[in-house]
């Protein structure tokens, strides 16, 4: 009895502990961070995320502030963030997305801040609340009809970007270690 005592309490806590690898999507908003496990000195990693901004400066990527070694907070753009058919039209809008990295040895944790999105064909431009995605869904707890994408779109450009991060600095890496 002991044992199975132990043994709850161990899983409990673990799971108390335990952290994101990847962004969720649901109707109590996108998952807040994710940490990713990145075998390094925070400086180095730091380097090389600066680099990734620098090497996707075509897709509007600019670091909006920073603590050297520590932290980036990043701007960027993704085109085509959502398309929908309307009319016989397909429709896509743009996102604008803000990120934060923190940095420690050995890891870094990867923050969706905010994200706004504009029809590629409109000056109008909606800001979304990341906490809170009630508006996608019905009372009763489905998502809305022709909001199928949606959830896709936001875990795959958040997640995109953290494998981007990596691939790029594992390239670096590489590249520096020859």
């Known amino acids: 009895m002991k044992l199975k005592t132990l ?27 994710i940490v990713t496990i990145y075998d390094g000195a925070a400086k180095d990693t730091y380097t090389r995320a ?4 620098k090497d996707n400066a075509k ?3 600019v670091v909006v502030s920073a603590v ?5 907070t990043i701007e960027g753009t993704k085109e085509n963030f959502l398309c929908s058919k309307a009319g016989g039209t397909t429709v896509c809008t743009s996102a604008t997305f803000t990120i934060e990295i923190n940095f420690k040895d ?25 906490d809170d995605f009630s508006e996608y869904y019905d009372k009763d707890g489905t998502l809305k009809k022709y909001k199928d994408e949606v959830p896709a779109a ?22 520096e270690n020859w």
């Not at 335990?18 to 996108?30: P, Y």
């Not at 600066?50 to 901004?53: L, R």
């Not at 990867?110 to 800001?127: H, I, Q």
Request: without cysteine; positive net charge.
């Open 7 to 33: 043994l709850l309490m161990a899983f409990v806590t673990a799971s108390t502990f335990a952290q994101d690898t990847e962004f969720k999507f649901s109707k109590d908003g996108l998952t807040d961070f």
């Open 106 to 130: 050995g890891k870094y944790k990867f923050a969706a801040l905010g994200l706004t999105e504009k029809a590629n064909n409109s000056a109008n431009t909606t800001v979304h609340n990341l």
């Open 154 to 175: 936001y875990e795959t450009l958040f997640n995109d970007l953290n494998k981007s991060l990596i691939a790029f600095m594992d390239k670096k890496k590489k590249a």
């Open 50 to 53: 600066q680099a990734w901004v």
């Open 68 to 72: 050297e070694g520590e932290k980036l």
């Open 59 to 61: 897709k509007n990527f």
